[in-house]
């Protein structure tokens, strides 16, 4: 594994615990001022730059600390000499939500690309499946 995609990988695992934690701070750390960020919850155009990007943060955090979890199950890195992508599957629930679709995981797809010789997230984007065909 190169190191770009180690440092990545770091980069990646360091915003997950972040974001576990509730730490707004770290969570936006290693961000683009310019990024974009597809999210579950609307707005349907999404967010971009990083004060409407802080600003999506702290109504999850107040979910979160009910109970849900947010861990990476797997993550997959990509790596080019100044851009790289990531996507990874996450177990993001409740106990009981989780306990209801074991299999349910948010989809995470992370764009990055060097700046001054350092990574940063340019682009975000989280989804799950869509099931209500499969619950109707």
């Known amino acids: 594994m190169g190191s770009d995609e180690q440092q990545i990988r770091t980069l990646i695992e360091r915003w997950a ?61 990509t790596v080019g000499d100044d851009v790289a992508f990531a996507h990874a599957l996450l177990r993001c629930g409740t106990r009981s939500e989780l306990a209801e679709h074991p ?17 940063v997230v340019a682009h975000e984007h989280h989804s799950f499946a869509d099931t209500t065909a499969a619950e109707g």
């Open 17 to 77: 615990e972040s974001v576990r934690k509730g730490d707004l701070e770290q969570v936006v750390v290693d961000h683009a001022d310019d990024i974009v960020m597809f999210d579950v919850p609307p707005p349907h155009e999404g967010v971009r730059g990083i004060g409407a990007y802080r600003e999506t943060w702290p109504p999850f955090f107040e979910w979160q600390a009910k109970g849900a979890t947010f861990d990476i199950v797997s993550l997959d890195v």
């Open 103 to 119: 299999e349910t995981r948010l989809r995470l797809t992370v764009g990055l690309r060097k700046e001054h010789g350092s990574w």
